[in-house]
């Protein structure tokens, strides 16, 4: 991505996320109390959070591999089983992961 | 001014602040600089569409994209904010601070000070959100600094410790079997659509999974 682009990301992002907020703190409460909406905003957050995990640990481009970030995130998995908090759950992650690739 | 308030709330604080080193991290190894990682932090201050940005653009994806995943992610702050309108009655500047500071956290805890009364709420909101930016900014340059010292993202396990880390925010969602069934078929669905589609945009297309589960009530 160049530069710019990047620059886009951060100014459109911090824009939007901004105005969503002071947009729902002017907004008549009505508005949003469609039960539908409701739903699927719960949703959303679970299902593009997942789609990160993909993204982040199984992706390189637009393949799906499978490499040494998969040790990292089955540590991850367990951590999380085990009721590890949040700092925990990444550093063993990324303590695997690392060990991993340096062994091949 | 209830010291149990006070309690919950600086709590809250610090550990969620200190997830800022994880975003750091992350956004310096994505390829923004120091600066733009600080800024993502003091203007955008709401992480998990701050991950889900330098998360797109990491995995290559477009602007757009990058951008539409971080602003759909930021939408449940406008119900939150829906929420504590009401409660606050706040006008002009400070109504704009309310906004910036409207996220998961000062959320959570307001509601969770009812059995306190509204001062409680109030107090839990402004303390929480206010201390959640004090530290999430200070963690996200300490995580910056740090990512950018390391070196090679692959070499230090960085590239893993990101998936990690959005697997750990997702984890607390999941409190009943539709939700796990919700993830488990999002995560399936990204992966089936990836090759198919350029990169980036699977992110974005996956919210369709939730539209498809949310349209219908159970």
Same mark, same amino acid.
Request: net charge positive.
């Given at each position: 991505?160049?530069?710019?682009?990047?620059?886009?990301?951060?100014?459109?992002?911090?824009?939007?996320?901004?105005?969503?907020?002071?947009?729902?703190?002017?907004?008549?409460?009505?508005?949003?109390?469609?039960?539908?909406?409701?739903?699927?905003?719960?949703?959303? =957050?679970?299902?593009?959070?997942?789609?990160?995990?993909?993204?982040?640990?199984?992706?390189?481009?637009?393949?799906?591999?499978?490499?040494?970030?998969?040790?990292?995130?089955?540590?991850?998995?367990?951590?999380?089983?085990?009721?590890?908090?949040?700092?925990?759950?990444?550093?063993?992650?990324?303590?695997?992961?690392?060990?991993?690739?340096?062994?091949? | 001014?209830?010291?149990?308030?006070?309690?919950?709330?600086?709590?809250?604080?610090?550990?969620?602040?200190?997830?800022?080193?994880?975003?750091?991290?992350?956004?310096?190894?994505?390829?923004?600089?120091?600066?733009?990682?600080?800024?993502?932090?003091?203007?955008?201050? /709401?992480?998990?569409?701050?991950?889900?940005?330098?998360?797109?653009?990491?995995?290559?994806?477009?602007?757009?994209?990058?951008?539409?995943?971080?602003?759909?992610?930021?939408?449940?702050?406008?119900?939150?904010?829906?929420?504590?309108?009401?409660?606050?009655?706040?006008?002009?500047?400070?109504?704009?601070?309310?906004?910036?500071?409207?996220?998961?956290?000062?959320?959570?805890?307001?509601?969770?000070?009812?059995?306190?009364? /509204?001062?409680?709420?109030?107090?839990?909101?402004?303390?929480?959100?206010?201390?959640?930016?004090?530290?999430?900014?200070?963690?996200?340059?300490?995580?910056?600094?740090?990512?950018?010292?390391?070196?090679? =993202?692959?070499?230090?396990?960085?590239?893993?410790?990101?998936?990690?880390?959005?697997?750990?925010?997702?984890?607390?969602?999941?409190?009943?079997?539709?939700?796990?069934?919700?993830?488990?078929?999002?995560?399936?669905?990204?992966?089936?659509?990836?090759?198919?589609?350029?990169?980036?945009?699977?992110?974005?297309? /996956?919210?369709?999974?939730?539209?498809?589960?949310?349209?219908?009530?159970?």
């Amino acid at each position: 991505m160049t530069p710019s682009a990047m620059w886009a990301v951060l100014i459109a992002t911090s824009t939007l996320c901004f105005t969503i907020k002071l947009a729902g703190h002017s907004v008549p409460e009505r508005w949003l109390a469609n039960p539908r909406l409701q739903r699927i905003n719960a949703l959303v =957050p679970i299902s593009l959070l997942s789609a990160l995990v993909v993204a982040q640990g199984l992706v390189v481009h637009t393949h799906v591999v499978f490499d040494h970030r998969l040790a990292g995130l089955g540590v991850a998995l367990a951590a999380l089983f085990a009721r590890a908090p949040f700092p925990v759950v990444v550093v063993s992650a990324a303590v695997t992961s690392a060990v991993v690739y340096h062994l091949h | 001014m209830s010291k149990d308030t006070v309690r919950d709330s600086l709590s809250v604080a610090l550990t969620v602040g200190a997830y800022g080193v994880a975003f750091g991290a992350a956004s310096v190894a994505a390829g923004f600089s120091v600066v733009q990682t600080c800024l993502f932090s003091l203007l955008t201050f /709401t992480g998990a569409s701050q991950f889900a940005a330098v998360g797109v653009v990491a995995s290559g994806g477009v602007a757009v994209s990058a951008i539409a995943a971080a602003t759909m992610l930021g939408t449940r702050n406008a119900l939150y904010a829906i929420q504590m309108a009401p409660l606050l009655r706040v006008k002009g500047l400070r109504r704009v601070a309310a906004a910036h500071l409207t996220i998961d956290e000062s959320t959570g805890v307001a509601l969770s000070q009812a059995s306190r009364g /509204t001062a409680a709420m109030r107090l839990g909101f402004w303390l929480t959100g206010s201390g959640v930016f004090l530290f999430w900014n200070i963690f996200t340059l300490l995580g910056a600094l740090g990512a950018k010292a390391l070196g090679d =993202p692959a070499s230090w396990g960085l590239d893993a410790a990101v998936p990690a880390a959005f697997l750990g925010l997702v984890w607390p969602r999941l409190e009943n079997s539709f939700l796990r069934l919700a993830a488990a078929s999002s995560m399936a669905f990204a992966l089936v659509i990836t090759p198919w589609l350029p990169a980036g945009l699977p992110i974005i297309t /996956t919210a369709l999974v939730a539209v498809a589960l949310g349209w219908r009530a159970r």
